[in-house]
């Protein structure tokens, strides 16, 4: 089945140090993998892509993360968290249409990332 | 630019009512699409629309209609609401679909609805 999972319902880390949201996922094909991030009552913003090129990302707000297709994982990283850094972060993947379908974008559950100050 | 917007952001129904949700991009993206979210899971496609005229259903797309007669609109439809769709809805749009190069979504605030 295709899926995308994030294993940690939450994350917490002090402020100034690295962080990691995890993100695993199952697709045929080659995945495009994508990274939200939902504060308080918002709308996703979207923070960065892997489709091709590169394995690591760089995206919007120092964050970047980490393209591995032997572990299938694509994980979100920080070098220095801040307490404003403290949302819903969502991974998501395309999953090809198959017999006669469209491109579907499967979100994960989401990670509560909580920067103590 | 305001980007994606919605209206209203909160509403309440009595089973049985019904409503639209109205969604409105100035970015002039050509896909728009209606998700909901619910506790504990991730974003859930109810139906999309890859032009103005067009729309398809998404992965749960019962109980709701959607239309898109102008390209910056779409809206989204209960005609007959039901306690199950008690959720946060958000509308989306982009440039290009998923298979394409500008795919990423831009989002609105959501609304959040009530259905008693």
């Known amino acids: 089945a295709q899926s995308v999972a994030q294993p940690e319902d939450q994350v917490n880390v002090a402020e100034g140090n690295p962080l990691t949201v995890k993100c695993t996922y199952s697709?045929?094909?080659?995945?495009?993998l994508f990274w939200y991030v939902q504060y308080p009552n918002r709308g996703l913003q979207f923070l960065l892509k892997?489709?091709?090129?590169?394995?690591l990302v760089k995206g919007s707000y120092g964050f970047e993360a980490e393209f591995n297709k032997s572990q299938t994982s694509f994980h979100l990283k920080k070098p220095s968290a801040l307490v404003s850094d403290s949302a819903l972060y969502f991974c998501a993947v395309r999953v090809p249409p198959s017999g006669g379908g469209y491109n579907k974008l499967i979100f994960g559950a989401g990670t509560r990332l909580a920067v103590h100050p | 630019n305001a980007g994606v917007t919605q209206t209203p952001k909160f509403r309440v129904l009595k089973t049985g009512q019904s409503m639209t949700l109205l969604c409105a991009q100035d970015?002039?993206?050509?896909?728009m699409y209606w998700y909901r979210q619910d506790p504990g899971m991730g974003l859930r496609l109810i139906h999309y629309s890859v032009g103005e005229g067009t729309t398809a259903k998404g992965e749960v797309p019962d109980g709701y209609n959607v239309s898109r007669l102008k390209k910056q609109n779409f809206l989204l439809g209960l005609e007959s609401a039901a306690p199950s769709q008690t959720s946060v809805y958000f509308c989306?749009?982009?440039?290009?679909?998923?298979?394409?190069?500008?795919?990423?979504?831009?989002f609105g605030p959501g609304t959040r609805l009530t259905v008693l």
């Open positions: 697709v045929s094909g080659n995945p495009y």
């Open positions: 989306a749009s982009s440039l290009t679909g998923l298979g394409g190069i500008y795919n990423e979504q831009f």
């Open positions: 892997y489709i091709t090129g590169d394995n």
């Open positions: 970015m002039n993206h050509e896909y």
